[in-house]
């Protein structure tokens, strides 16, 4: 059985809601021993587990503890960046999802480990994703949302999913091997109902197989 641990939700994103989804995501292979979910209380337990070398980590959850009282206090420190990052190198998949990019500083081993990172986005709105290469033949499909503006190094990863809106468009979605383990980023999406959205649904759940490599 492949272990995915995952810390979910900040001051921004309710944790419960997004449990559901991902719960709901990854059932099947729960339901048929192929998976256990452990969802981690808190980052000092994010982190700590994570010592224990689970298949895939999973992180929703912005860069800061106190959004509005005190915007400047972030929670990853050096050492936090520096062990995922060398958790990943030695072999353990790592799905940044939505606010798991955001707000996380450039020069960070962290954002040298996606090769990309959150920059902003405009109010909510109708935002259009598309598949890329291998995954164009997947139905377009448009969601309510934040559309996640980013920055990355598409030359040294796979780009598997673009956004469309009014204010422009960026990446959705990117993948790439790095040492032993596997790296993943998904934007989509912010809201429960557009989680909830069968392609979202069904990229969320691609999205962590691949990066537990279940069933490779």
Same mark, same amino acid.
């Given at each position: 059985?492949?272990?995915?641990?995952?810390? %979910?939700?900040? +001051?921004?994103?309710?944790?419960? &809601?997004?449990?559901? !989804?991902?719960? =709901?995501? /990854?059932?099947?292979?729960?339901?048929?021993?192929?998976?256990?979910?452990?969802?981690?209380?808190?980052?000092?337990?994010?982190?700590?587990?994570?010592?224990?070398?689970?298949?895939?980590?999973?992180?929703?959850?912005?860069?800061?503890?106190?959004?509005?009282?005190?915007?400047?206090?972030?929670?990853?420190?050096?050492?936090?960046?520096?062990?995922?990052?060398?958790?990943?190198?030695?072999?353990?998949?790592?799905?940044?999802?939505?606010?798991?990019?955001?707000?996380?500083?450039?020069?960070?081993?962290?954002?040298?480990? %996606?090769?990309? +990172?959150?920059?902003?986005?405009? &109010?909510?709105?109708? !935002?259009?994703? =598309?598949? /890329?290469?291998?995954?164009?033949?997947?139905?377009?499909?448009?969601?309510?949302?934040?559309?996640?503006?980013?920055?990355?190094?598409?030359?040294?990863?796979?780009?598997?999913?673009?956004?469309?809106?009014?204010?422009?468009?960026?990446?959705?979605?990117?993948?790439?091997?790095?040492?032993?383990?596997?790296?993943?980023?998904?934007?989509?999406?912010?809201?429960?109902?557009?989680?909830?959205?069968?392609?979202?649904?069904?990229?969320?759940?691609?999205?962590?197989?691949?990066?537990?490599?279940?069933?490779?």
């Amino acid at each position: 059985m492949k272990k995915i641990l995952a810390y %979910l939700g900040d +001051y921004y994103h309710p944790r419960e &809601p997004i449990e559901a !989804v991902l719960r =709901e995501a /990854v059932q099947p292979e729960t339901e048929n021993g192929e998976l256990e979910l452990i969802v981690a209380e808190s980052i000092d337990e994010f982190m700590r587990r994570l010592s224990d070398k689970p298949h895939a980590a999973v992180l929703y959850a912005i860069n800061k503890i106190a959004p509005q009282s005190e915007p400047g206090l972030m929670w990853m420190n050096e050492s936090h960046a520096e062990k995922i990052a060398r958790y990943a190198e030695e072999g353990g998949g790592f799905l940044a999802w939505h606010a798991g990019m955001a707000s996380y500083p450039e020069s960070s081993p962290y954002v040298r480990l %996606l090769r990309g +990172y959150f920059v902003m986005h405009p &109010p909510l709105k109708s !935002v259009r994703y =598309e598949g /890329v290469g291998k995954w164009s033949t997947m139905m377009p499909f448009e969601l309510l949302d934040e559309h996640y503006m980013i920055n990355c190094d598409e030359r040294d990863t796979e780009v598997f999913l673009r956004s469309y809106s009014e204010d422009g468009e960026s990446i959705a979605g990117w993948r790439h091997e790095i040492g032993s383990g596997r790296v993943c980023c998904l934007t989509p999406a912010h809201k429960e109902e557009a989680m909830r959205e069968q392609t979202v649904m069904q990229l969320l759940r691609e999205c962590v197989s691949w990066t537990a490599q279940i069933g490779s």
